[in-house]
């Protein structure tokens, strides 16, 4: 069973840097690429960035482009996501996404088979 488990939410302010992770187990972390997406309170869940299974390949949600990196170390089987330049906008929960087949790209969340519990991210002004 695949099992998503993120850390490293908090709260900072706003300008400020976070580093979140999402440690995956239950199948080959490598073959799959993931994604993070986030849902703000009152708002629907909303597409953040995703990293292709070799980490040559992402893409960004424009509202975070410039200011996001996301990453991944198959060895630790743990996905990464940079945040810099922390903006109130910014604030939501945050979570780990992963497809069921491999060759999906996680961009939407009609692509998402398996997610995490999320990480509280808030950014104060």
């Known amino acids: 069973q695949v099992r998503l488990v993120e850390s490293g939410g908090g709260l900072v302010q706003a300008g400020g840097s976070l580093r979140l992770s999402c440690v995956a187990s239950g199948r080959t972390f490598g073959d799959y690429n993931m994604g993070w997406f986030r849902q703000a309170p009152g708002k629907a869940r909303e597409f953040v960035a995703s990293?292709?299974?070799?980490?040559?390949?992402?893409i960004y949600a424009d509202s975070v482009r410039g200011r996001f990196t996301i990453s991944r170390d198959s060895a630790k089987n743990t996905m990464y996501l940079q945040m810099n330049s922390l903006r109130p906008e910014d604030t939501a929960v945050y979570y780990c996404?992963?497809?069921?087949?491999?060759?999906?790209?996680?961009?939407?969340?009609?692509?998402?088979?398996?997610w995490g519990q999320g990480t509280q991210v808030s950014v104060s002004s």
């Open positions: 990293i292709s299974w070799s980490a040559g390949s992402t």
């Open positions: 996404a992963a497809p069921r087949w491999s060759h999906v790209i996680p961009i939407t969340s009609s692509l998402v088979d398996y």
